[in-house]
C-alpha cells in the first residue's frame, strides 16, 4: 500500500511546461521544447502522440531521444528546472491546420499542447 501511495503522490508532482512547439513544412519535423516544472526529478518521457484538430490520431511515437538545446543526446529523464527538447521526423501535417501533442510520462501523466502546423 505504502509504495502504491508513494506512486500516486510522485505522479501528482509531475509537471511538464511546453516552451516551445514548431513545425517545419519543408523537413517534415515536429520540434517540442519542455521544461520540467515539477517538484519531482526523473521525470521520463514514455510516450508522445499527435493528434489532428478532430482528435483522428497521426503519429505515436515510443522512442523519444531527449535533447540538450545545443543538439547533443542526453539521459532519458528530466529533473527538476531542466529544459530538453525532442524532435519527431516524417510527419506530414497540413499547413494553417491545428494539431495536438500529447506528452505521456513514465509515471502516467499526461500533458497536452495545441499548436498550428
Avoid at 71 to 82: H, V
Amino acid at each position: 500500500y505504502g509504495d502504491a501511495m508513494d506512486a500516486d503522490i510522485a505522479k501528482l508532482k509531475e509537471r511538464l511546461t511546453f516552451e516551445y512547439v514548431f513545425y517545419d513544412n519543408g523537413t517534415k519535423k515536429l520540434q517540442v521544447y519542455l521544461m520540467n516544472s515539477g517538484t519531482i526529478d526523473n521525470v521520463a518521457i514514455q510516450t508522445v502522440y499527435v493528434k489532428n484538430s478532430t482528435g483522428a490520431l497521426i503519429q505515436v511515437n515510443s522512442s523519444i531521444t531527449l535533447r540538450h538545446f545545443s543538439g547533443d543526446d542526453i539521459a532519458e529523464d528530466l529533473d527538476r528546472g531542466e529544459e530538453r527538447y525532442f524532435v519527431l521526423s516524417s510527419l506530414d501535417l497540413e499547413a494553417d491546420t491545428i494539431y495536438s501533442v500529447r506528452v505521456v510520462t513514465g509515471r502516467g501523466s499526461a500533458f497536452d499542447h495545441a499548436f498550428i502546423a
